[in-house]
């Protein structure tokens, strides 16, 4: 098992930055992949970015590339979701989830922040 737990969500001006944190209590921490999924009203689950156990590696989806940085601190037990130049588009639920290996499923997720963007 491995809680995740996010936070940082928030109401932002078009155009603002929020940073989201995924903090995972235990030790093993560094042996999962982790990553950051968004959830609009309405519409499905679809992933934003994800970060290798070691951070040598990260994907993010094309609409996020360029304004999203993903890093972690594994002597944190906390991975990081830096937003920037934020659209009304990227309002969502935000929710951390975590897997062993890239052909995984995610299977520990956490219960999501709020992000909410105006115009």
């Known amino acids: 098992q491995v809680p995740l737990v996010e936070s940082g969500g928030g109401l932002v001006q078009a155009g603002g930055s929020l940073k989201l944190s995924c903090a995972a209590s235990g030790g093993t921490f560094s042996r999962y992949r982790v990553g950051w999924f968004r959830q609009a009203p309405g519409k499905e689950r679809e992933f934003v970015a994800a970060v290798s156990r070691s951070s040598s590696s990260t994907d993010y989806a094309d609409s996020v590339k360029g304004r999203f940085t993903i890093s972690r601190d594994n002597t944190k037990n906390t991975v990081y979701l830096q937003m920037n130049s934020l659209k009304p588009l990227d309002t969502a639920v935000y929710y951390c989830?975590?897997?062993?290996?890239?052909?995984?499923?995610?299977?520990?997720w956490g219960q999501g922040t709020q992000v909410t963007v105006s115009s």
């Open positions: 989830a975590a897997q062993l290996r890239s052909d995984d499923a995610w299977g520990f």
